[in-house]
């Protein structure tokens, strides 16, 4: 007891007052104040006093407290720091703004605090880094809008550019996109009436048109041993020689996207929601493909550090070493995914997993998904989801080839919330026999589906491709005399509103009189007929025969 009097003695007649000690002085203060006797008021009075007596000597208060060379003490224990803290006539006046005023000051020195901590870890992050291309000093970036850069995906070297010709590049880009921003600001009132490509959009297609006239003429025997050259002396660590596989204006527009998806990534990373060089798996072995990934997923820390990941292609469970995988195939049982295959043609099945039921194997794959799309956001909250999983089959098993989910209970008649290809099967016809599939279930469940917003870049590309096919197809059979939305919404269970939008788009809509009208492009007919006629006899396409499929209760 002795010793913890003595401490509190001190810690009270201390400057660096503790919350508790001043807390206790001010309960003090406060009932003293109520009976008229209190040192610390005494002091204030003293003061008031001494202030008082200098004001009559001199007219200017503020020169008395600045020559008075012991300033009194706030109720709090510490000097004021300005005269504006003290109140000759009321000490309860100056009790009050004084404790506002250290709350104000503390909340302030906390934000501050905080601030510069932030700032000096980011700056220590930055410098730290360094660009992992051999031969790279980190400076520049591809976008040319920065001054340094940590990824391969930022690094001029690694694309066979310099940092000038970069910010060469970002001007010329800005000239366009202000000039193309002008355009379609004057385009923009009246858009569904003038169908009609102006003289300009005429002008430049065939502009683009002549641009494109030798992008497959293919490489010379000096342009092939120079890009062979390259490649035998960078490797893996240059971007391959782009010029003269394709033509110029197609180069521009791929050298657009990755200046655009470099910028993406950066903003990510200023934003902390990305880390470069840590927590981004670079490829995945999946099966007999080793797949770089292109977006990141939120895969356990201990998994995502690793760069690589081993994921078994039937139960999609995911790995840390080729040891594990092998010895996990070598124990696990599943050939094809759980559910029930409720398609079934040739080599390509589809099976219907319930999200409640197989909870593990759809959170497994939509971690795997994550990798490959960008706008997807469920993880985990699986379970009011519906996923069909299309396989290829084969002596070894089924093969997972992509997937769509959609929702048990839809109020917006979404007929898919998220869909796949996986990026080996890519470009075969996949991804319209998934799209087409998902169609076919809204027709059994009599209904108009439409796919749910936003829709990641290759799924916009994939689906327009698709209501093409489906309008001039329907057209192709067509031989009535008057076209209807509705009509053509009923039997191909396409949403009115992406009808529209795709005739808009093939210049099929016009509006005349008061009334918009559709109009039957022969030309556009012929093409896709010549195309089906070249196609043949493909195996790629959904067979409504084969569905042994019922809607399932609820839905």
């Known amino acids: 007891m002795p010793r913890r009097r003595q401490r509190h003695m001190v810690g009270s007649g201390s400057d660096g007052t503790e919350d508790s000690d001043s807390s206790a002085e001010r309960e003090q203060t406060n009932s003293s104040e109520s009976?008229?006797?209190?040192?610390?008021?005494?002091?204030?009075?003293?003061?008031?006093?001494?202030?008082?007596?200098?004001?009559?000597?001199?007219?200017?208060l503020k020169r008395g407290v600045d020559h008075d060379e012991s300033p009194p003490l706030t109720p709090t224990g510490n000097a004021p720091s300005s005269e504006s803290e003290l109140d000759i006539s009321s000490p309860n006046a100056s009790h009050d703004e004084s404790q506002a005023k250290d709350q104000t000051s503390r909340d302030s020195d906390k934000d501050q605090s905080n601030r510069p901590k932030r700032r000096r870890c980011h700056e220590t992050y930055n410098f730290n880094m360094k660009c992992p291309t051999p031969g790279c000093n980190s400076l520049g970036h591809l976008t040319g809008k920065h001054e340094r850069h940590f990824a391969v995906s930022g690094c001029p070297l690694y694309h066979n550019l310099s940092a000038d010709e970069c910010k060469v590049k970002a001007v010329s880009r800005e000239k366009q996109e202000e000039e193309v921003k002008t355009q379609e600001e004057s385009n923009s009132r009246h858009a569904t009436r003038n169908q009609t490509p102006t003289s300009k959009q005429s002008r430049y297609k065939e502009q683009v048109a002549e641009l494109r006239k030798g992008r497959n003429s293919g490489l010379q025997k000096e342009q092939k041993e120079k890009h062979m050259e390259h490649r035998q002396?960078?490797?893996?660590?240059?971007?391959?020689?782009?010029?003269?596989?394709?033509?110029?204006?197609?180069?521009?527009?791929?050298?657009?996207?990755?200046?655009?998806?470099s910028e993406d990534l950066e903003k990510l990373r200023i934003q902390g929601q990305i880390t470069e060089g840590s927590n981004m798996?670079?490829?995945?072995?999946?099966?007999?493909?080793?797949?770089d990934t292109?977006?990141?997923?939120?895969?356990?820390?201990e998994y995502a550090?690793?760069?690589r990941l081993y994921v078994c292609e039937f139960?999609?469970?995911?790995?840390?070493?080729?040891?594990?995988?092998r010895r996990h195939m070598a124990k696990c049982v599943w050939k094809h995914p759980p559910g029930d295959e409720v398609y079934r043609k040739g080599a390509i099945s589809v099976f219907e997993v319930d999200g409640k039921k197989n909870k593990i194997y759809c959170q497994n794959l939509c971690l795997l998904a994550k990798l490959f799309l960008d706008h997807k956001t469920l993880y985990y909250d699986v379970e009011p989801f519906l996923f069909y999983v299309m396989t290829e089959a084969d002596n070894t098993g089924c093969h997972l080839v992509g997937y769509f989910s959609k929702e048990k209970n839809s109020f917006l008649n979404y007929n898919v919330s998220c869909i796949l290809t996986m990026p080996q099967y890519m470009r075969q016809g996949f991804g319209k026999m998934l799209i087409d599939f998902s169609?076919?279930?809204?027709?059994?469940?009599?209904?108009?589906?439409?796919?749910e917003r936003p829709l990641s870049d290759l799924g916009l590309i994939s689906y327009r491709s698709y209501w093409k096919e489906v309008l001039l197809r329907y057209m192709y059979n067509f031989q009535g005399k008057e076209i209807s939305i509705k009509e053509i919404s009923q039997e191909t269970a396409v949403n009115p509103v992406d009808i529209v939008s795709t005739l808009q788009s093939l210049q099929m809509l016009k509006y005349w009189k008061g009334k918009h009208l559709v109009l039957k492009r022969q030309d556009l007919i012929d093409e896709w007929k010549a195309k089906e006629i070249k196609r043949g006899n493909s195996n790629k396409t959904i067979d409504p025969s084969s569905l042994k499929w019922t809607p399932p209760k609820g839905t």
């Open 315 to 325: 139960c999609l469970k995911y790995m840390k070493s080729q040891t594990i995988l």
């Open 294 to 301: 292109w977006y990141h997923s939120p895969y356990p820390e």
């Open 233 to 261: 002396t960078h490797g893996n660590t240059r971007e391959p020689l782009l010029e003269n596989i394709t033509s110029d204006y197609d180069l521009e527009l791929f050298r657009k996207a990755q200046a655009r998806a």
């Open 35 to 60: 009976d008229g006797h209190m040192p610390k008021r005494q002091r204030l009075t003293r003061a008031s006093t001494r202030l008082s007596q200098s004001s009559q000597d001199t007219p200017d």
């Open 281 to 291: 798996i670079k490829t995945i072995l999946f099966g007999r493909y080793e797949l």
């Open 305 to 307: 550090r690793l760069g």
């Open 439 to 451: 169609y076919l279930l809204s027709k059994v469940e009599e209904k108009v589906g439409s796919p």
